[in-house]
């Protein structure tokens, strides 16, 4: 059994002795630290951290925040040393893995994360019907036809004109002119059919 410790500051110029302090007071045998962000788990220190515990070690961290800025990534982290089977100790908070009461408190933050993403799927499905009651339109905005779109889409479909170059008089992408050629042409199929001929039939003959 290992006694592994982190410590964390969020920039180079930071200081570590304080959480170093902190760790050989409780006779920690090795330390791995960072001087990066918390806001992400992509961090040398900790990820060579991981990667060295083994069962039976004790990960030793001065407080949670150090190892995590996130409640989600904090599980994250947790839900690995647990499959290692590493406890986990965080002297600023009082919480130890190895008791009830440490896993109980982990438990409490499982449940936060979940209350964290439901309420974030609450609010944006109101927001959805907020918006919608009010008419608005969701997504991307429809594209418009241009000024001269039906003069430029007639020589092209008349063959005076390449399609590279309808696109070019009219600043179009080529996705963005294909899909208005199509609603165009959908447009006119509807707008000339003869009253009972369906759309198909039209085409078909």
Same mark, same amino acid.
């Given at each position: ?46 990820? /060579? &951290?991981?990667?060295? =515990?083994?069962?039976?070690? $004790? ?14 990534? !904090?599980?994250?982290? &947790? ?25 109980? $408190? ?31 339109? !969701? ?25 590279? /170059? ?32 369906? =759309? ?6």
């Amino acid at each position: 059994m290992a006694k592994v410790g982190y410590v964390r500051v969020s920039t180079e110029d930071q200081n570590l002795d304080r959480q170093e302090d902190a760790l050989r007071a409780l006779n920690v045998e090795r330390v791995f630290s960072d001087k990066i962000s918390g806001g992400t788990t992509a961090r040398p220190g900790l990820q /060579a &951290m991981l990667d060295f =515990v083994r069962e039976g070690d $004790v990960l030793y961290v001065e407080s949670i925040s150090r190892l995590a800025r996130s409640t989600r990534d !904090l599980l994250s982290i &947790m839900e690995t040393l647990e499959q290692k089977g590493v406890v986990f100790i965080s002297s600023k908070e009082n919480i130890d893995t190895s008791t009830p009461q440490g896993r109980f $408190v982990m438990t409490l933050f499982a449940a936060m994360a979940e209350l964290e993403k439901a309420t974030l799927l609450q609010r944006q499905k109101e927001g959805i019907q907020s918006a919608k009651a009010r008419g608005r339109r !969701l997504g991307r905005p429809k594209a418009e036809f241009p000024t001269e779109w039906e003069s430029v889409y007639n020589a092209w479909k008349s063959e005076k004109v390449t399609a590279t /170059a309808a696109m070019k008089a009219l600043g179009l992408h080529k996705t963005t002119f294909y899909m208005l050629s199509r609603r165009w042409e959908s447009q006119i199929a509807v707008t000339i059919r003869p009253p009972g001929m369906r =759309v198909s039939d039209r085409l078909v003959n």
